[in-house]
């Protein structure tokens, strides 16, 4: 938790903050930076840390933010920001009441990452609250407490911190948030978004993830309209359970709001890189509305609220099979101790036939195999050909509609909370919408 | 290669034979069967295989096929085929000149399969020439040469396969072929097309691998327009290069040509199921027309025609990173003799930044890495991200806009045909179009 808004120029130094005190100007207000004939209006950012101390970030009316040296430039102050940094948009949550704030907890990720100058690389680096400042439009929205977790790589997340978030969303609705929301870098948001959806089952309020493509110091970033629909939604939708918030398209400042077990990212840079895969946004955000797709769900509420199961296993895995994929893989898995993978397959859920018998003998062994499609879109049906019909006879498991990561987080989760024999049902059942009765196809990827 | 056209009710037997025989009908006939008030109207299939001999199978004007039990109906012919089986559509390729015909190579899949009706499961079955007389209309499009090179589960497909289909693939252009089709099945064709094309790279005639989502006797059957659009391709484009010839879309008849290095399956069961990934497809065709969308590439000509490199090792591996994963797994591949893997990493090429040490170990010790992203569209750039740019020094070489599965091909590829010391060199080099300078982004996924 932290209190924001007090420095009035914060990060500038050198000739950039000389020249903002000149003009009296402060972070917030909308200043005028002006080239010759050239000109830029917006509001003034604070400012990362940087070792280049000439240049300013504007925040422009289109929502980007710009970085702009002052070298050759001259600042004017256009209009002051008022009484917004007289009440600071994040305050200590003592004397919140239940319900009338939003949690928001960082754990790294580009949206929580500033860019090294020298390099053009980005580093992880905000706290919650400088993400926060970056946003003032949320005091508008919802009274914030903050909270940095922790401040890693999205690449280097793993199931042990799955459970770290969990228990720190956990404790956070416990304390009456309204909702939650987790910043998070995209590289695994969409795994860690089904780990939360399964240790939180049954959760009364809305947990959302949100990050950003490219980093909030950044031009063009998406940190800024990410965040402001993340934590409208947490506030203002009464939603229970987990989704991914992030940009709907490249061409307007909506978002769109994705089942966390339904999530995958789709591209390796797009601003709408997040879909939804066999199923529809549950809804679409801007800063103005929120407009529900899907109004049937309500949830996954389980009688008694939610059903906490923190808890990740390291013995599962995730494997997609290839022509040429060898058995081996498989052996060495069960060998190693690995308790159970998801494949991966071909079609309708395929491996090779010449799989088979080796399949059955792992699985007579006690070591668990799952079926997803590499495809992604539609869903697994073993009963078509015959060598699905084989790989069911032999103990492999099919799971339908669900995407491969998300089986294997749902995988991971079974083995650290259930008893091994019932593993099986655990999986094949629908917890938290993972797995439908029936597909409803988007039609994005058409 | 085989006669067809003799048989005038190929398959028919018992009930239905009778029925036909009553009413004067033979195959490529129009008929009506009537059920009461109801009937339909359409032409005569051949039978494929069945123990249910009640049933008669007719090809509606939408061109789906429809099997109906003629237990209770009547039977009338409508029209005859007229010259249709008088010139039979399949001849000896004895005789035919250069560039007169197509060359069609069955390998088995669903567009060469029949649904066994006790269990409503498929299994492959239908020869080249029985695909040719589910689609008549083949006689105005070409002359055909036609070859069962082999009838398998295209789940069962693998590296050394890949070298038999590349040899009879090359064998009928050496004899003169306009252009070949590879009829194959769904779930690895976009691995064969990729093998294809650098194992043919400079190759200067189309060829064009074409398969089906359901079987071609099942009403519905994607088998009929598939088939037929992708001949007229390998005939009429003079487009060279590998191509997969699909469904573009579930409302009509029209298919996408897509390059053979930029194809995925992305759907387990829709028609439209394969999508150009990170590029656009070259052409749309349907029975009446051609059209091209990418008028700029010629193919990948080399200066002396293709370079027929048929070898596949089965010393690569494909490996999806996850959060969990551990090193151990690239550890034992090194082990147990694979000569290098492609990781299929998070975001813009990443994996946990624990792994980056080890995978440098691996590096020195002779392994190759290869890294590509599991979100399919969009490329890798590991200069964004310290851990990318570690990655980087550690060794791993980074494969641009590349899929994982293509890269996979090409590895298995480059390591039969090159000295190990000169893979890395390949794989980074665009040979036939699979790695883009700049991806041109469809719509489609959008």
């Not at 060998?335 to 993978?341: A, D, P, R, S, T």
């Amino acid at each position: 938790m932290c209190v924001l808004g007090e420095s009035r120029l914060e990060g500038y130094h050198g000739l950039a903050y000389r020249k903002l005190v000149e003009a009296g100007v402060n972070v917030g207000d909308t200043v005028e930076v002006s080239f010759g004939d050239e000109s830029f209006v917006g509001r003034l950012m604070p400012r990362v840390e940087s070792d280049d101390d000439s240049v300013v970030t504007i925040k422009l009316p289109n929502g980007y933010n710009i970085g702009l040296s002052v070298v050759d430039a001259s600042v004017r102050l256009v209009s002051p920001a008022g009484g917004l940094h007289q009440q600071p948009p994040v305050e200590e949550a003592v004397g919140f009441g239940a319900g009338e704030y939003v949690a928001l907890i960082s754990t790294g990720g580009t949206i929580a990452s500033r860019v090294e100058y020298e390099t053009g690389a980005v580093r992880p680096a905000l706290r919650a609250s400088d993400l926060m400042s970056l946003v003032p439009e949320l005091e508008g929205i919802s009274r914030l407490k903050t909270q940095v977790l922790m401040s890693i790589l999205s690449e280097d997340m793993k199931p042990a911190y799955w459970e770290r978030i969990a228990r720190a969303v956990y404790s956070e609705l416990e304390a009456g948030a309204a909702g939650v929301v987790v910043a998070h870098g995209t590289d695994t948001m969409g795994y860690t978004a089904a780990a939360l959806s399964f240790a939180l089952r049954g959760v009364d309020r809305p947990i959302v993830l949100v990050g950003s493509q490219r980093s909030s110091d950044r031009p063009s970033s998406d940190a800024y309209t990410n965040l402001l629909c993340a934590v409208k939604f947490a506030k203002e939708s009464f939603r229970p359970g987990v989704y991914v918030c992030m940009h709907a398209s490249t061409s307007d400042p909506t978002c769109a709001v994705i089942p966390g077990v339904k999530v995958r990212k789709m591209h390796t840079s797009r601003r709408d890189a997040f879909k939804a895969v066999n199923t529809r946004p549950v809804a679409f955000v801007d800063r103005d509305k929120l407009v529900f797709l899907d109004e049937s769900s309500k949830g996954y509420v389980v009688g008694g609220g939610v059903v906490f199961k923190p808890g990740f296993s390291d013995k599962a895995a995730l494997i997609e099979y290839y022509p040429g994929f060898s058995l081996d893989i498989l052996n060495w898995l069960a060998e190693k101790g690995y308790l159970g993978v998801v494949l991966a397959g071909t079609g309708l859920g395929h491996v090779s036939s010449e799989l088979v018998d080796g399949i059955a003998r792992l699985r007579r062994s006690g070591f668990l195999i799952y079926m997803t499609s590499q495809c992604l879109y539609g869903r697994v049906n073993m009963n078509v050909y015959t060598t699905g019909r084989r790989l069911l006879a032999a103990g492999v498991v099919p799971l339908g509609d669900m995407l491969p990561e998300t089986a294997y987080v749902k995988l991971s989760w079974a083995l650290a909370n259930y008893p091994l024999e019932e593993v099986d049902g655990v999986m094949r059942s629908n917890l938290v919408g993972e797995l439908s009765a029936r597909s409803v196809y988007s039609g994005e990827w058409t």
